[in-house]
């Protein structure tokens, strides 16, 4: 199973990225796909979720409103799309993939900066 992640970079506060989770060997459609995100010493946060069925929707309350995550089955791809970046975004963003077993990406960097 791999995920990759894409998409990070530097961006000015007030931004736009989107970052692309690419999965394979297993059926995005068929997991609970999110996106986390990490800052040197600090824990791992949960950020977005799409669920499998329905695919309903989750955010961490400080990016609601300004993240969408989505899935193109198609594909086989989630996206998180990040909009009004503020510096305190800053991390690296993993993707996950959980259905009783969990898969995570490598991350990809996003740096929010003036």
């Known amino acids: 199973v791999q995920l990759v992640e894409s998409g990070g970079g530097l961006v000015q506060p007030g931004g736009s990225l989107r970052l692309t989770c690419a999965a394979s060997?297993?059926?995005?459609?068929?997991?609970?796909m999110s996106w986390y995100r990490q800052v040197p010493g600090k824990e791992r946060e949960w950020v977005a979720t799409?669920?499998?069925?329905?695919?309903?929707?989750k955010y961490l309350d400080s990016v609601k409103g300004r993240f969408t995550i989505s899935r193109d089955n198609a594909r086989n791809t989630v996206y998180l799309q990040m909009n009004s970046l503020k510096v305190d975004d800053a991390a690296v963003y993993y993707c996950?993939?959980?259905?009783?077993?969990?898969?995570w990406g490598k991350g990809t960097l996003v740096t929010v900066s003036s």
């Open positions: 996950n993939a959980r259905a009783g077993m969990t898969y």
């Open positions: 799409i669920y499998s069925l329905g695919s309903g929707t």
């Open positions: 060997r297993i059926t995005v459609s068929n997991f609970v």
